[in-house]
């Protein structure tokens, strides 16, 4: 525990070093060494991405777990039972070493989440709606879709994504923003506004999030279709379309609760759906698909 708190700090120092070197450079009488000023968001981009990239990847168990308010499920919990010897003989079928940890929150959506820091370190939150109402082939449907995501491995590239597209993200609407200020400049001597920087900064972003966003929505149904055709692989193509279409029949088709672009959930709000923020698709799609 330790272990992993201190090596966040020196993740997020490092990362925070890196953004403010403009800053320390100045005050250390070093900047002109460096370079100018348009130089310092290369540094500012860099220790964004660092810092985004390598923290969401480490929590990003934990961080599933608390954002959704879930709860571990004990290796020994008997009403449980059933569901723990599934994930495993699934788990073993998709050939993954080790168990993925098993978690419950409290939502009456037949779902489940997946999110792996690496083969070794996963975790599988399954809603209360689905151990409530899913049938034995559609929990298998939902479990040997998630252990096959994990088993290939694609969703951890898919954590560290986030860092990195934020910091393509962010570094052009810095870039243009500075360019912007600087234009305003009546003199050569002169300092641009950092008020007007800040508010150009904050209107391109809201411009260039959209293509993050499809950027992610893309990967994400890439790594989802991959993994239906692995788990109807195991399950049996026809078993697996079924199952995803008696889900489809029980889920409302016109809600979501994605409001994110992460591998796993930030906030249940319920939100209508939307074509650009929808990086899952829905189970009757999903099952679509497989017949491509």
């Known amino acids: 525990m330790f272990k992993a708190v201190f090596l966040m700090i020196g993740v997020i120092c ?21 370079g100018a000023r348009e130089y310092a968001v290369f540094f500012w981009a860099g220790g964004i991405a660092l810092t985004g990239a390598l923290s969401t990847w480490y929590l990003a168990n934990d961080m599933a777990v608390w954002s959704v308010g879930a709860e571990y499920v004990k290796s020994d919990e008997p009403s449980l039972a059933n569901i723990q010897a599934l994930v495993a003989a699934l788990s073993l079928a998709a050939g993954l070493k080790h168990q993925p940890k098993l978690a419950v929150y409290p939502v009456q959506d037949i779902n489940a989440i997946v999110v792996a820091r690496s083969r070794r370190s996963s975790t599988i939150a399954i809603s209360k709606g689905a151990l409530d109402r899913a049938d034995d082939s559609q929990m298998r449907a939902i479990i040997g879709y998630c252990v096959t995501k994990i088993a290939s491995g694609e969703i951890i590239p898919l954590l560290l994504l986030q860092g990195v597209v934020m910091a393509f993200t962010l570094f052009p609407t810095r870039m243009f923003a500075l360019l912007l200020g600087t234009s305003l400049r009546t003199a050569e001597e002169d300092t641009p506004s950092d008020t007007i920087e800040r508010v150009l900064t904050a209107i391109l972003e809201v411009l260039f999030l959209p293509f993050t966003a499809l950027l992610i929505r893309y990967y994400s149904r890439e790594i989802e279709n991959r993994a239906d055709r692995r788990a109807a692989a195991i399950l049996g193509a026809d078993r697996f379309k079924t199952a995803l279409k008696t889900l489809e029949s029980e889920s409302a088709p016109r809600v979501f609760r994605e409001s994110y672009a992460l591998p796993h959930k ?9 074509w650009l923020l929808g990086f899952h698709a829905s189970y009757g799609l999903r099952a679509q698909r497989l017949d491509v």
């Open 266 to 274: 930030f906030g249940m709000t319920k939100l209508p759906r939307l």
């Open 14 to 34: 490092t990362g925070l070093s890196i953004a403010f070197a403009d800053y320390w450079l100045s005050k250390l009488g070093l900047k002109e060494l460096v």
